[in-house]
């Protein structure tokens, strides 16, 4: 039975990550229909699923900051930058990938910042975002 419950393990991981990719693809497209509370739901959600989803977490923290909400829109950013350090890649081919992927969310804190009429730190996320990307 122990066999088993590996092979469950898995299906049941590979399930949730299917679903938390759904809910974030969703999200963002209904960031485009306003439905910025559903969109901030189904990030959420998918942060359930999958806790280190920097994708997610960029996004959530955008339209955190579209939604008005400043103080909640800088920790998503923040820990996707963290938690893009820490994932492992598969190899050096993917190294570019991740820089881009660096750049799209510092030029989010950027936006954040610039939002809560903090201009010096937003140029200088806009400025490292350019210089990544």
């Given at each position: 039975m122990a066999c088993h419950e590996g092979i469950q393990e898995r299906a049941l991981a590979s399930q949730r990550a299917v679903l938390a990719n759904l809910l974030?693809?969703?999200?963002?497209?209904?960031?485009?229909?306003?439905?910025?509370?559903?969109?901030?739901?189904?990030y959420s959600r998918t942060l359930?699923?999958?806790?280190?989803d920097f994708m997610a977490l960029s996004g959530r923290g955008q339209v955190f900051a579209e939604a008005g909400e400043l103080r909640r829109a800088i920790e998503d950013p923040d820990l996707a930058l963290l938690t893009l350090k820490t994932v492992s890649r598969p190899d050096s081919s993917w190294d570019k990938w991740y820089e881009q992927i660096e750049a799209f969310?510092?030029?989010?804190?950027?936006?954040?910042?610039a939002g809560r009429g903090e201009?010096?730190?937003?140029?200088?996320?806009f400025e490292t975002s350019t210089k990544l990307s």
């Amino acid at each position: 039975m122990a066999c088993h419950e590996g092979i469950q393990e898995r299906a049941l991981a590979s399930q949730r990550a299917v679903l938390a990719n759904l809910l974030h693809t969703y999200g963002g497209s209904c960031i485009w229909e306003g439905r910025l509370g559903e969109v901030i739901r189904d990030y959420s959600r998918t942060l359930e699923l999958e806790p280190s989803d920097f994708m997610a977490l960029s996004g959530r923290g955008q339209v955190f900051a579209e939604a008005g909400e400043l103080r909640r829109a800088i920790e998503d950013p923040d820990l996707a930058l963290l938690t893009l350090k820490t994932v492992s890649r598969p190899d050096s081919s993917w190294d570019k990938w991740y820089e881009q992927i660096e750049a799209f969310v510092h030029n989010g804190r950027g936006f954040v910042l610039a939002g809560r009429g903090e201009s010096g730190p937003a140029i200088n996320e806009f400025e490292t975002s350019t210089k990544l990307s």
